[in-house]
């Protein structure tokens, strides 16, 4: 087995990932939506609008990663 395998996961730092994922897709897809209603002239959902809702969400994550890492336990220096 190589060193890979050896490697530990905290529980609660897999958690945080898989919900900020699961927050930056429900993000893109709810903003991409909502900037194809507001296109009169789309007549589906494009990769601009995904490119255009990937940037506000990559806002929301960030964050909703800095108030998480605000109670994740590090001390921070004086």
Known sequence: MGQ?????????????????KALFAEQVAAKARELFELSDSA??????H???AAL???QVLANAIQNTGESDGRKEAA
């Open 56 to 58: 506000f969400a990559v």
């Open 50 to 52: 995904y490119r255009e």
């Open 43 to 48: 007549e589906c959902i494009t990769i601009g």
């Open 4 to 20: 890979a395998s050896s490697i530990r996961i905290e529980t609660r730092a897999v958690q945080e990932l898989a919900e900020w």
